[in-house]
């Protein structure tokens, strides 16, 4: 697989991003309550994130965000590091949404979710 192509948006997002860690783990159950649970994988733990781009007063900003994450389609991976995080993670973007805020403002919010591909 190519290397994924790095994201880097004309203005940084907003300080209300948040992260999320869901850490995938198998579940075995067995009589009387009892379970044993272990990691599922080595990279059982991805960070799910919640990006805001907010008062981007410029459409070419806007246009520019929101037609990165449509060129990949939901599927192709880019390479990010979150502010004030330096790690480059890889992720993909299956969710955005483009809002109005005004005649000259709008705000974008996607979701990111990290993905370890080969």
């Given at each position: 697989m190519?290397?994924?192509?790095t ?5 940084a ?6 992260t999320?860690?869901?850490?995938r ?28 781009w ?7 900003d806007?246009a ?14 880019f ?34 979710r ?5």
């Amino acid at each position: 697989m190519a290397t994924p192509v790095t994201f880097a948006p004309p203005k940084a997002p907003s300080d209300s991003t948040t992260t999320t860690t869901e850490p995938r783990i198998l579940v075995a159950s067995y009589g009387d309550g009892f379970e044993q649970r272990v990691a599922d994988g080595r990279n059982a733990q991805p960070i799910l994130a919640d990006v805001v781009w907010s008062g981007l007063v410029s459409a070419t900003d806007a246009a520019t965000i929101a037609a990165f994450f449509a060129d990949r389609g939901g599927a192709e991976p880019f390479e990010y590091a979150l502010p004030p995080d330096a790690t480059v993670r890889r992720w993909v973007c299956e969710t955005w949404t483009q809002t109005a805020i005004d005649r000259y403002a709008s705000s974008i919010s996607a979701q990111f979710r990290e993905v370890f591909d080969l």
